[in-house]
């Protein structure tokens, strides 16, 4: 039997999804964990799977689009769901609360009013909570909820899924909290969550060492850098202010130590995102998002294992429920990936029945897959859109123009993954870019678009070189290849792969030269082997220390050549600054 909306989730055992909203069927929930499963099922059905099957057009979310870092929205497609929520594991104190909303009170009385003995009050409560949602309501919405909900309890998390097609409608946030059971319930709407972003962006800039206070020109280089990387810890680009408030006041709960889950869907994004408090996340909250993926044709394996656990929604358009749950990383400004923010953690297929996971399947991570979708790009066989520059909507490669856009956005998107990922992928990815990018037949449409094609030739430059500081990096730690090394096979690899970058150089990067006299610097300080090898007279030294100390006394000369190089390059810019000024 072909899958619909309605069916979605009601063999899932823990709550009973099929008969939603009925008086006879309450939905006790005491946990923040339990909360988050209800709502899970509640959202996708509502908000993911119902506009997908109502929606002939239906966009859905290519599996790249949920790989950090994340892409700008292209469009707003204002038809399509869209809220905002937070979650407090505690009841509300509504004087004491760092953000504004509606409050709605629960049947069981709340003392602060008189509504203790709320039994003769009862029809009075449901009123005063009717009335706060058609304060809030559109007026064509208004009368088809007066209907609905003329006797029924707003805030029991039974009626949560009928109510939430009004939520939707509404331009803030909605509140969920414990009542006097300990128990989950709606408890507020149209909440405005708090976000100082630009306090915030200025602490956490100099936080990093980004910022230095009063330096406006530091601050004008990096803020851009400091505004993504901080968004892209709490799962979003740069994008509206829903989400960037969303995931500003995440952090600010984190901060007060907050038992908390804030929950965000975008009407560009198409994906749920949910930031939440998690005992082994002290820094940061949780972030993990739901969105309607496609599999890729080309992942035969995956779409087996898929087809035969019944994971698909459609099984012709091959579209599954993918959740990804992504790890945060502390900014590091020695890490030559220092702009990774976040990476995948795990990925969950979700059973659209019974609500299973299945997480043996590889959907987003795939790096055949991304070598197959660099091929089709050099070829002018992509049909597809990203968005290059954050502005300009770029449809398909069918031409020069639109392949090397294309070429600088998927370098962009993969330029960690490229830095990271194995010898065998990398020398693959460099074989395809110099045949496309070297290749004679091409220069003269290339000096026609001479401006794009630097770009694109210097954002792979930059991939190349911070391949090897990489590389730099790990050898300084003596490890090659996932192989701990000698001293003297480590003096060797580096001062090889120094050797290379030094012809490199010529598109010269500041942040990968100063990293490298770093790495190299701290190499030549390494106390071991200045006590064992250099300090060591030579007539003590056996013939592997003696070239151990002549692999030294080179790597001392290629440190000076780069510090030659590092120090013209400065004197070169204070002229250029100097004479434009």
């Not at 995931?247 to 130590?257: E, K, S, Y």
């Not at 992509?382 to 856009?405: C, P």
């Not at 370098?411 to 194995?422: C, D, E, N, V």
């Not at 094609?453 to 792979?460: F, R």
Request: aromatic share 12%; glycine share 4%; charged share 30%.
């Amino acid at each position: 039997m072909k899958f619909t909306w309605d069916q979605a989730f009601t063999k899932v055992k823990e709550f009973n999804l099929m008969n939603e909203g009925a008086d006879d069927a309450p939905v006790q929930v005491s946990t923040l964990s339990g909360l988050k499963r209800y709502l899970d099922w509640v959202q996708i059905k509502e908000c993911l799977l119902r506009p997908y099957f109502e929606n002939e057009d239906y966009p859905l979310v290519e599996s790249r689009e949920l790989l950090p870092s994340f892409e700008s929205d292209a469009f707003e497609y204002a038809d399509l769901p869209g809220f905002s929520m937070v979650a407090l594991g505690r009841s509300l104190n509504y004087f004491s609360e760092i953000f504004q909303f509606d409050i709605l009170h629960d049947l069981l009385g709340d003392s602060g009013i008189g509504l203790e003995n709320a039994c003769p009050l009862e029809r009075t409560v449901q009123t005063q909570n009717r009335q706060a949602f058609l304060n809030r309501l559109p007026k064509y919405l208004q009368e088809d909820f007066k209907k609905d909900y003329l006797r029924k309890d707003l805030t029991a998390p039974e009626n949560y899924p009928g109510i939430l097609q009004y939520l939707l409608k509404m331009d803030r946030a909605h509140v969920l909290a414990k009542d006097k059971s300990g128990n989950f319930n709606l408890a507020g709407i149209y909440a405005s969550l708090p976000s100082d972003l630009d306090t915030e962006i200025k602490r956490f800039g100099l936080k990093t060492g980004k910022f230095s206070v009063g330096d406006n020109v530091r601050y004008e280089l990096n803020r851009l850098f400091v505004y993504q990387f901080m968004m892209e810890l709490y799962g979003f680009p740069i994008v509206s202010e829903r989400r960037t408030s969303s995931a500003l006041f995440a952090r600010r709960l984190q901060r007060m130590g907050e038992d908390f889950m804030v929950r965000v869907l975008g009407q560009s994004d198409r994906t749920i995102t949910t930031l939440y408090s998690h005992p082994l996340s002290k820094r940061y909250p949780r972030v993990e998002k739901i969105a309607l993926v496609q599999v890729d044709p080309d992942m035969k394996e995956a779409r087996r294992m898929l087809g035969q656990g019944r994971y698909f929604v459609d099984k012709k358009k091959r579209v599954v429920i993918l959740r990804v749950i992504y790890r945060q990383h502390k900014y590091n400004a020695d890490n030559v990936r220092q702009d990774r923010a976040l990476s995948v953690l795990r990925q969950e297929v979700i059973h659209p029945l019974s609500g299973r996971i299945n997480d043996r399947v590889n959907i987003i991570k795939d790096a055949s897959n991304m070598f197959l979708r660099l091929n089709d790009i050099v070829r002018g066989e992509f049909t597809g859109r990203i968005v290059y520059k954050r502005n300009e909507v770029i449809e398909n490669t069918d031409t020069y123009e639109k392949r090397l856009k294309f070429l600088f956005a998927w370098l962009s998107k993969h330029q960690r993954r490229i830095i990271g990922y194995t010898d065998e992928f990398y020398s693959n990815v460099v074989k395809v870019l110099d045949n496309y990018l070297l290749n004679p037949d091409h220069y003269e449409v290339f000096n026609t678009l001479n401006d794009l094609y630097q770009e694109v030739w210097s954002k792979y430059s930059y991939i190349q070189q911070a391949r090897k500081t990489q590389l730099l990096d790990n050898l300084s730690q003596r490890m090659h290849r996932g192989q701990r090394i000698g001293y003297l096979e480590m003096l060797n690899t580096v001062n090889e792969t120094l050797h290379q970058l030094k012809f490199e150089i010529v598109n010269y990067f500041e942040e990968l030269v100063d990293r490298v006299i770093g790495i190299v610097e701290n190499i030549l300080h390494d106390a071991y082997l200045v006590r064992k090898y250099i300090n060591t007279k030579e007539d003590e030294l056996s013939g592997y220390g003696q070239d151990i100390r002549r692999n030294y006394g080179r790597l001392v000369a290629q440190l000076d050549e780069f510090n030659s190089i590092r120090k013209s390059r400065t004197e070169q810019g204070d002229k250029l600054r100097a004479h434009a000024v």
